[in-house]
């Protein structure tokens, strides 16, 4: 046993300082980067922001609309190549897969008749040679695709995944989804700052990328994930509640008569995905994520607009011209309280 006690951090404990520069409007502010891969022949050029492969917002109506905004979504592992339409853009869309059986069976079936650009293996647990073996699989079978692989929290994990796994980016994030509970049944896990700081610093290094996978809770967050090193930042919570998003929809009635209605959202290591998708919790294993209910919120365009807008606003602020230029220009700063929390009631 031995104990790291250097001080990590998550996106709620710090904040960026401003800095003087030459810009006259947030419409100067580029969001766009194009990016080279590591073992994947293709290039990539869009807005680095990915909806969450859940199953609650990785949507085939969420990458249509994602797509418009040069956005990629991460689809839900359970889709057939029969329900992938052949015209969804393959540029702002990845298909997941887990490393079970059926899963690469249901890959290769899509590779086959879809032939995506983009493939994300993905396990709540990035560290099992299984795993790591699975993804080199894939890449030896798939040579040319864009492999996205994870999830893990620290330097040896990537490490691991990209020399070894021979994948292009790296999920990081462990135990930092709104509705992960790893941490709480696990004891696992890594505050999500300091994972992509260390993550990202090995990644770059090996000419590798890295998504920050879960721990949002504002749109600032997002620009916070990006000076830390982040190539990619990736969000279920944030997506989820749309009209484009799946989940139940439930209708409840108000105080004064009035319906609300609302879409449910869940992890899915929660015991609502392995009910719905492996008949119940198996005996070996425990129930690692929530079920929540979100009121609708209506055209998810609304919302990338308004995370693309505060993403352009830290940018002016920081003296950024690109997305990619955000760490050089971030200087963080630690604080114990982030938000002035005076009004929590309802907005008018």
């Known amino acids: 046993m031995k104990i790291l006690d250097d001080i990590k951090l998550d996106f709620s404990d710090v904040l960026l300082l401003p800095k003087h520069n030459q810009y006259t409007s947030r419409s100067e502010a580029s969001l766009e980067r194009k990016l080279t891969f590591k073992y994947s022949p293709y290039t990539w050029s869009g807005v680095p922001i990915m909806v969450s492969n859940m199953d609650t917002t990785g949507t085939i109506e969420m990458a249509f609309s994602m797509q418009k905004h040069k956005v990629l979504t991460c689809l839900h592992?359970?889709?057939?190549?029969?329900?992938?339409?052949?015209?969804?853009?393959?540029?702002?869309?990845?298909?997941?897969?887990?490393?079970?059986?059926?899963?690469?069976?249901?890959?290769d079936e899509i590779m086959k008749i879809i032939d995506p650009k983009f493939i994300c293996i993905d396990v709540a647990n990035g560290y099992m040679t299984k795993f790591i073996d699975t993804c080199r699989i894939i890449r030896e079978k798939y040579p040319d695709k864009i492999l996205i692989a994870g999830n893990v929290c620290t330097s040896e994990g990537v490490l691991e995944l990209v020399l070894h796994g021979k994948v292009d980016i790296v999920k990081v994030g462990i135990g930092s989804g709104s509705c992960c509970t790893t941490r709480k049944q696990t004891g696992v896990g890594m505050p999500q700052l300091s994972a992509v700081i260390e993550c990202a610093d090995?990644?770059?290094?090996?000419?590798?990328?890295?998504?920050?996978?879960?721990?949002?809770?504002?749109?600032?967050?997002?620009?916070?994930?990006?000076?830390?090193g982040a190539d990619f930042v990736m969000s279920g919570?944030?997506?989820?509640?749309?009209?484009?998003?799946?989940?139940?929809?439930?209708e409840e009635v108000n105080n004064d008569g009035s319906a609300q209605l609302y879409k449910v959202f869940y992890g899915m290591s929660s015991t609502t995905a392995m009910n719905k998708y492996s008949g119940g919790v198996a005996k070996y294993r425990s129930s690692e994520g929530k079920t929540v209910k979100i009121k609708l919120r209506g055209p998810v365009d609304n919302t990338i607009l308004d995370i693309q807008g505060g993403i352009r606003s830290c940018m002016t602020y920081l003296g950024a011209t690109k997305i990619k230029d955000i760490p050089k220009c971030a200087t963080f700063v630690r604080v114990h309280n982030q938000l002035n929390q005076i009004y929590t009631g309802k907005e008018i």
Do not use: R
Request: overall charge negative.
């Open 77 to 107: 592992k359970y889709y057939t190549w029969t329900e992938i339409p052949i015209f969804l853009d393959k540029e702002y869309y990845a298909v997941t897969t887990g490393i079970g059986s059926k899963d690469l069976e249901n890959l």
């Open 202 to 228: 090995t990644a770059h290094g090996i000419n590798a990328h890295i998504i920050s996978d879960g721990g949002l809770q504002v749109i600032g967050d997002f620009s916070k994930a990006y000076a830390a």
């Open 237 to 250: 919570s944030m997506f989820a509640g749309h009209n484009e998003s799946g989940g139940e929809i439930i």
